[in-house]
């Protein structure tokens, strides 16, 4: 029993509940309170939901002509803790399109929780409080014990088991539905890819200074090394180690440019350990061993020696609005701006990359057509290739349900320019229902 009128809540709801036990174990809440309470929950601004029955059943659903104003709630809590756009735009967008669809689960307590559909205990675990969903590590669900990625149903209730241990890991962001936990759940792990990161840079650091017979470390500690770094373009200390340490920069690019400043050498000298090789010895030696080697097709800002290649995901093509990830180990991954994956990356690791225009890049990618089961369909669309004067690298044929076929041919293009002139030219083959850009597996 809760009495909600002699302790009305902070914004202003005043009802009196209670919740008992039903036919079936069905849990049942009852609430009660005076006209005026009611159009205050119901349109002013304790409003929270809105219910509806449908046909005598005992089902409950959202009604589709009321305002649920929780989503916009955790929209403005989110806000507050996000940088980068784009994480934002799509948080809005898996919200509006699941504000409709959802599933009512009760608490251990008999409070009833909103949450999306498709939710699961780690919904519900970061609905509760952020700290418990940080840290779930399983649930109860009807008093049975099931696994982090089980899907809630409406009437299920939830009881989230926590260990201190417990971290959330990437694949958590494939198993929750509500934007505010998918959203909490990113910003924990950028923030240990960045501590992580931070950690790797002053290691290169110190590895690289050995080189010269310098302590990178006491460097770290001098009052003057600010002054540097700023010098150099960086903002704060942490900037140029996180750089390091994810690979944006090499370690010894760092030290390239640190030399070249006076302060830093003079830093440097003092701290130097003895050794037959003196300090302008070393920096000319590096700095004739280092040559700018050019990135074919592709001008990555900022970095040289770098190892690149396209991601598959999205297969980009010259002509097309581009951006670097930084990746562990393997250099740089290309993707195409407009690519859905972008979300997930940690945005500190994303650089900026251009097309080289002067020079002719021929990239491979895949087209998929969806057509109807036609005689000499095949031989007509690669006719159609043909004659726009590409070259089929590959072509595969695979039955799909209602008599459709699913043909996807792998090409050589130069441009996207070529490739909207392609797809234009077969989406008028007779029998052709879809076009597309994509990849082999998608």
């Given amino acids: ?56 059943s005992n089902k409950v659903k959202l009604s589709h002509n009321s305002i649920d104003f929780n989503w916009l709630k955790d929209l403005l809590e989110s806000e507050q803790l996000l940088e980068d756009p784009l994480a934002f735009i799509s948080l809005i967008k898996d919200t509006l399109f699941k504000v409709v669809d959802n599933v009512y689960v009760f608490s251990p307590k008999g409070d009833l929780v909103e949450l999306p559909n498709g939710s699961t205990p780690i919904d519900f675990a970061f609905f509760v409080h952020s700290e418990v969903g940080l840290h779930c590590k399983g649930a109860r669900v009807n008093g049975l014990q099931v696994p982090i990625s089980f899907k809630l149903k409406t009437g299920d209730t939830v009881e989230i088991i926590t260990s201190p241990t417990q971290k959330p890991s990437r694949d958590w962001l494939q198993m929750v539905a509500s934007g505010k936990a998918r959203q909490r759940i990113r910003q924990v792990l950028k923030l240990e890819e960045f501590e992580r990161s931070l950690l790797i840079g002053r290691e290169l650091l110190v590895k690289e200074g050995r080189k010269y017979k310098i302590s990178f470390a006491k460097i770290l500690k001098q009052d003057d090394f600010l002054k540097v770094a700023q010098k150099i373009g960086y903002n704060d200390i942490d900037s140029l180690l996180v750089d390091v340490g994810y690979g944006k920069i090499l370690p010894q690019q760092i030290f390239d440019k640190l030399l070249a400043d006076s302060t830093f050498s003079s830093m440097a000298e003092k701290l130097q350990q003895p050794s037959s090789e003196t300090l302008s010895t070393a920096v000319s030696t590096n700095i004739n061993r280092s040559e700018n080697t050019e990135v074919t097709g592709v001008k990555i800002s900022g970095m040289d020696r770098v190892v690149f290649r396209f991601a598959r995901c999205c297969e980009p093509l010259p ?124």
């Fill in 1 to 56: 029993f809760k009495d909600y009128i002699a302790m009305p809540k902070s914004n202003n709801y005043q009802s009196l509940h209670t919740a008992v036990i039903g036919p079936s174990g069905w849990r049942i809440e009852i609430q009660i309170r005076t006209k005026e309470m009611d159009d205050v929950a119901e349109k002013g601004i304790a409003a929270h939901w809105f219910y509806k029955e449908t046909g005598g």
């Fill in 319 to 442: 002509g097309d609005e581009i951006v670097g990830f930084v990746t562990r180990g393997r250099g740089v991954t290309i993707h195409k701006r407009s690519c859905e994956q972008i979300v997930d990356f940690d945005p500190h690791r994303l650089i900026d990359v251009q097309w080289d225009e002067k020079l002719k890049l021929s990239r491979s990618m895949y087209i998929r057509i969806v057509t109807n089961d036609m005689v000499g369909l095949l031989a007509k669309l690669t006719q159609c290739i043909a004659d726009k004067g590409i070259n089929i690298l590959s072509a595969k044929v695979n039955q799909m349900p209602n008599r459709k076929f699913l043909h996807i041919f792998k090409i050589n293009l130069e441009n996207t320019a070529q490739a909207e002139d392609l797809i234009r030219k077969i989406e008028h083959v007779d029998g052709v229902l879809t076009v597309e850009r994509g990849s082999k597996s998608r």
